[in-house]
């Protein structure tokens, strides 16, 4: 049977609390009255904080998975490890694999680079032969007063 916890227990806990929160998030449980309230608002904080905290390192474990043969290749290399081969082949193949994937990701980058710079080009050309027409059209104009 769990203990009930008194409005001294609450503002104890609390105050353990706040070390891991924001300044805001302080002055704004320091403005709630009702100390039922204001525990269970930073109960909620502590929650989002952890919640946070754990996707963080779901995160973290997906990548060492995701890039643990490049970890394990760097290993071998920095050690000078020649000896493992599957370790050192899997870690040549995705580095190839990346390297692929970056030159095809410059190649893309430099093709709609390029493609955005003729746009502009064409529009400025297009700005440009208005501009022209129209003091085409002023010469015209002031060449047919002054006949």
Known sequence: MSKRLTKDDKLVMMKNMYKSFSKEQVEYLERKENVDARYKCAQRYMREIN???????????EYYKQ????????????????????????????????????????????????????????????????EQAKYDKEIAELENKLR
Do not use: M, P
């Open 51 to 61: 919640e946070g905290k754990k996707g963080e390192r779901l995160k973290a474990l």
């Open 67 to 130: 890039y643990r043969e490049i970890l394990e290749g760097l290993e071998c290399v920095d050690k000078k490890l020649w000896t493992d081969e599957k370790k050192i082949k899997a870690f040549s193949d995705l580095l190839d694999g990346y390297c692929d994937k970056c030159v095809k990701l410059v190649e893309d980058n430099n093709r709609r680079h390029l493609e955005r710079l003729k746009l502009q080009r064409s529009q400025r050309q297009k700005e440009y032969e208005a």
